[in-house]
């Protein structure tokens, strides 16, 4: 039997109260004997504003994610016969040592015991005729709170909440919620909104607290190359693509979880295409230039090295890949992005609405040292391909207008409001109103075919899809056919992997 320590504002054993559903899941799923099944709910429609519910049946728990962050803010206790709960070395319930034999929540008389008075709680009648006339007792602690089956016939204003719960009109309590806040009436309408206390980074058993790096808590994207990484507790990090070393990341952010070398090309064949009034210049509006397409697939389809050998082999063999293989990806799983390392390349221009001093950019690194040129942001989105190879990480662009007419453009908004407000931005980068058409098409991608994540980058229609089909295929429910279909859309500096259900899978920076 399961037993697992209760906290008060804090969590249930090592389910910690703001922990990120990423690292909640590594957790759960490193235990298959203590946690056999892992059910998770989620609104397909809107999987970011919705939150995220995870159902351990085996362990009758119940647990509540945030959409926007996906940090654990309510652990829900549905069935005290399946895990033991212990409060200051001292049981919730005495579990029968027979199997088979059906267990009784805890009575208000030993909760009383274990945790002393407390104020008047909330008395909630029947909810339906199934409900036997039994309406529900919400008793209150500090992070805590007690649902206890109550008569509705004896219940009376005026009565005090010890002598209700203590008469046989009170039955033992049914379930137990865990949360951060001073009681439960005062939290549950904002349940969802404040930003968690806690840290989102569940303490690794192999690595102290003390060399956990800070966790990011949003990355601002200032074009021009500049990405600001603000942290909880540390000043932030600035990212200058074409700038920032190797030497840098890992002293700022620590190891990567895992290093990819890149090794894939079969986008190349789009590095060519860019606007018309851009062919001579280095810079291309393209996302395609650059080999950015593949760029943006490969980071989020591997999490391990596995290719690393094979790539330095070849690279030993072939003088002309020496330079490729040199590149790689370090993945930062529990930061919830990865960063292209490569050679120095020309950012991204500055966003027109920004101010001239934000377009100043010192890059002193050589042009035969690697350094970071692209970063790839996860969003986690419930129902993606990749789900839950990182963790969610929240991010906002930052166009330097002052006005702020374009309204806010962040990772939570639907990609259609970002397309028109970026659209609207860099209005006159293209030579002419149907060339900005062309490349404002999706790309589709499949990321459900092939035996491994490696192979499963395949073009369907590339960017002459025309409107019409993509209107006809938004139809298509999220879980049906091509469901593992995602499409690529290109601005400056900026590739957003898009869902079917307009949400943004990932962005990747350049």
């Given at each position: 039997?399961?037993?697992?320590?209760?906290n008060?504002?804090?969590?249930?054993?090592?389910?910690?109260?703001?922990s990120s559903?990423?690292?909640?899941?590594?957790r759960?799923?490193?235990?298959?004997?203590?946690?056999?099944?892992?059910?998770?709910s989620?609104?397909?429609?809107?999987p970011?504003?919705?939150?995220?519910?995870?159902?351990?049946?085996?362990?009758?728990?119940r647990?509540r994610?945030?959409?926007?962050?996906?940090t654990l803010?309510?652990?829900e206790?549905?069935d005290?016969?399946r895990?033991?709960?212990?409060?200051?070395?001292?049981?919730?319930?005495?579990?029968?040592e027979?199997?088979?034999?059906?267990?009784?929540?805890?009575?208000?008389?030993?909760?009383?015991?274990m945790?002393?008075?407390t104020?008047p709680?909330?008395?909630?009648?029947?909810v339906?005729?199934?409900s036997?006339?039994?309406g529900?007792?919400i008793?209150?602690?500090?992070?805590?709170?007690f649902?206890?089956p109550?008569?509705?016939?004896?219940w009376?204003p005026?009565?005090?909440?010890v002598?209700?719960?203590?008469?046989?009109?009170a039955?033992?309590a049914?379930?137990?919620?865990?949360?951060?806040?001073?009681s439960?009436?005062?939290i549950?309408?904002?349940?969802l909104?404040p930003?968690p206390?806690?840290?989102?980074?569940?303490p690794s058993?192999?690595?102290?607290?003390?060399?956990?790096?800070?966790?990011i808590?949003?990355?601002?994207?200032?074009g021009n190359?500049?990405?600001?990484?603000?942290?909880?507790s540390?000043?932030?990090l600035?990212i200058?693509?074409?700038?920032?070393?190797?030497?840098?990341?890992?002293m700022?952010?620590?190891?990567?979880d895992?290093?990819y070398y890149?090794?894939?090309?079969?986008?190349?064949?789009?590095?060519?295409?860019?606007?018309?009034?851009?062919?001579?210049?280095?810079?291309?509006?393209?996302?395609t230039?650059?080999?950015?397409l593949?760029?943006?697939?490969?980071?989020s389809?591997?999490?391990?090295?596995d290719n690393?050998?094979?790539?330095?082999?070849?690279?030993?063999?072939?003088k002309d890949?020496f330079?490729?293989?040199?590149?790689?990806?370090?993945?930062y799983?529990?930061?919830?992005?990865?960063?292209?390392?490569?050679?120095?390349?020309?950012?991204?221009?500055?966003?027109?609405?920004?101010t001239?001093g934000?377009?100043?950019?010192?890059?002193t690194?050589?042009k035969?040292?690697?350094?970071?040129?692209?970063?790839?942001?996860h969003?986690?989105?419930?129902?993606?391909?990749p789900?839950n190879?990182y963790?969610r990480?929240?991010w906002?662009?930052?166009t330097?207008?002052?006005?702020?007419?374009?309204?806010?453009?962040d990772?939570?908004?639907?990609?259609?409001?970002?397309s028109?407000?970026?659209?609207?931005?860099?209005?006159g980068?293209?030579?002419?109103?149907?060339?900005?058409?062309?490349?404002?098409?999706?790309?589709?991608l499949?990321?459900?075919?092939?035996?491994?994540p490696?192979?499963?980058?395949?073009?369907?229609?590339?960017w002459?899809e025309?409107?019409?089909?993509?209107?006809?295929?938004?139809n298509?429910?999220v879980?049906?056919?091509?469901?593992?279909?995602?499409?690529?859309?290109?601005?400056?500096?900026?590739?957003?992997?898009?869902l079917?259900?307009?949400?943004?899978?990932s962005?990747?920076?350049?």
């Open positions: 039997m399961l037993t697992l320590q209760v008060p504002n804090k969590g249930l054993g090592f389910l910690a109260l703001g559903l990423h690292e909640i899941l590594i759960l799923k490193a235990q298959p004997d203590n946690y056999p099944n892992i059910d998770i989620y609104a397909p429609a809107n970011l504003s919705a939150p995220v519910i995870l159902n351990l049946p085996a362990n009758g728990l647990l994610f945030d959409g926007f962050e996906q803010r309510l652990i206790v549905l005290f016969h895990i033991q709960l212990n409060y200051n070395n001292a049981e919730f319930v005495k579990l029968p027979s199997r088979g034999a059906t267990t009784a929540g805890p009575t208000f008389r030993h909760i009383y015991h945790m002393g008075p104020f709680g909330e008395y909630l009648p029947p339906s005729p199934s036997k006339g039994l529900s007792y008793l209150s602690y500090p992070g805590i709170a649902s206890f109550l008569q509705s016939s004896a009376k005026e009565l005090d909440h002598s209700l719960l203590s008469s046989s009109a039955l033992p049914k379930s137990l919620t865990v949360y951060v806040g001073s439960w009436q005062d549950r309408d904002n349940l909104k930003s206390p806690s840290p989102r980074l569940v058993p192999h690595r102290s607290k003390d060399h956990r790096p800070d966790e808590e949003l990355v601002r994207i200032q190359g500049k990405l600001e990484m603000m942290r909880r540390s000043p932030s600035q200058l693509l074409g700038g920032t070393t190797p030497q840098d990341l890992v700022e952010l620590g190891p990567p895992a290093i890149k090794n894939d090309h079969r986008l190349s064949i789009h590095r060519t295409r860019r606007p018309s009034h851009q062919q001579s210049q280095p810079y291309s509006a393209s996302p230039s650059e080999d950015n593949t760029d943006t697939d490969q980071s389809t591997h999490s391990n090295a690393s050998d094979d790539e330095s082999d070849a690279a030993k063999m072939i890949n330079c490729s293989s040199s590149e790689c990806f370090y993945n799983f529990h930061h919830g992005f990865d960063i292209f390392m490569s050679y120095p390349t020309n950012p991204s221009p500055p966003f027109p609405t920004s001239p934000d377009q100043d950019c010192v890059r690194s050589g035969d040292h690697l350094v970071a040129t692209k970063v790839i942001l969003g986690n989105v419930p129902g993606s391909y789900f190879r963790r990480i929240r906002v662009i930052d330097g207008d002052a006005t702020d007419k374009h309204g806010t453009l990772s939570e908004s639907p990609f259609a409001a970002l028109q407000q970026l659209q609207q931005i860099w209005k980068t293209y030579g002419s109103d149907s060339e900005e058409i062309s490349f404002q098409r999706g790309m589709v499949n990321r459900g075919w092939g035996d491994s490696g192979d499963s980058c395949e073009l369907l229609g590339g002459e025309s409107a019409d089909a993509a209107k006809k295929e938004s298509i429910g879980d049906g056919p091509g469901s593992g279909n995602t499409k690529l859309f290109g601005f400056p500096g900026l590739v957003f992997e898009v079917k259900n307009d949400a943004v899978s962005l990747t920076v350049y």
